[in-house]
């Protein structure tokens, strides 16, 4: 019995340059104006299509059936290479592709993995076309012989099936993915046959793990978020509803900067009204 799941993976920031003067006075000031230069807005809502176990076997049958071009995932040219490290007596080799092309990554999700030539690394954080390159296309990391772990990349995010092994190939762990989004992210709608989201919360290992994003009913951004070990930690960013172009912060939220900080009150950080003017600041 094939299983239907609800995603987001498609979203993208409608950019509307908004107010010359007021972001140059945000550059003395960051929090003199609440209005933020980019309409966040979620641009596409595919329902996506998980199978279980058993039909995936079977798609990997059909597609090693298949003659595929050298290198060419996802219908984008890719490079491959490889990146080998030693501790002790151990050797590990991460083997993987990469795309020249320039696209800027889906900036709802939190963790986007790119090479970065220069120091020969992949990282997960702080991407700039300028830096390095998206990974894109399967992904293998072997300590000696042995894989450990093995997936597929699409333009910087996990995709389909990811699995981890132990030192005896026994598998430990298997998760879906859809362009960055785990499979088990918990949608709400406030009408679901028109797919108005209202809230998109992350989820692995049953623990909210992730960007989290609350929708008004018109599809405005009302509140953004990260979630880490099922806690809130960083700065949460609540938003006025408005009727025009701008989005406008209501209110930040500062929590912990770690999840499981002993003792760590959150408190507002800065307020502002609906025409972005700053009424409190915590300094």
Do not use: C
């Not at 939190?110 to 020969?120: A, E, L, P, Q, T």
């Not at 408005?242 to 500062?254: A, L, M, P």
């Amino acid at each position: 019995m094939k299983k239907f799941i609800y995603f987001l993976p498609g979203l993208v920031w409608m950019i509307y340059m908004q107010g010359y003067g007021q972001e140059e006075a945000n550059t003395s000031d960051p929090d003199s104006s609440g209005v933020v230069s980019n309409r966040l807005l979620p641009s596409s809502t595919p329902v996506l299509l998980f199978s279980d176990a058993e039909d995936d076997l079977k798609e990997d049958k059909k597609s090693k059936k298949k003659k595929r071009k050298k290198n060419v995932y996802f219908g984008e040219k890719t490079k491959k290479t490889l990146i080998k490290s030693s501790f002790r007596d151990q050797v590990t080799y991460q083997v993987f592709h990469f795309t020249l092309t320039k696209r800027d990554p889906d900036p709802y999700i939190r963790d986007i993995y790119w090479y970065d030539s220069r120091n020969k690394a992949i990282k997960n954080s702080g991407f700039s076309p300028s830096k390095g390159y998206l990974l894109h296309g399967p992904y293998e990391r072997r300590v000696g012989d042995q894989v450990v772990e093995k997936g597929m990349y699409f333009y910087g995010t996990k995709h389909g099936r990811w699995m981890t092994f132990d030192g005896k190939n026994i598998l430990q762990d298997k998760r879906h993915y859809e362009e960055g989004w785990p499979k088990d992210s918990r949608i709400t709608y406030y009408n679901r046959g028109e797919r108005k989201i209202e809230k998109l919360t992350p989820i692995e290992y049953d623990l909210e793990e992730g960007n989290f994003y609350h929708f008004y009913p018109d599809g405005q951004v009302a509140v953004t978020g990260e979630y880490s070990y099922g806690e809130k930690v960083g700065l949460w960013t609540e938003y006025w509803s408005t009727e025009n172009d701008q989005t406008v912060k209501k209110r930040e939220i500062q929590y912990q900067s770690e999840a499981f900080t002993n003792g760590y009150k959150p408190y507002i950080r800065a307020e502002w009204d609906k025409e972005g003017n700053l009424i409190y600041r915590n300094n």
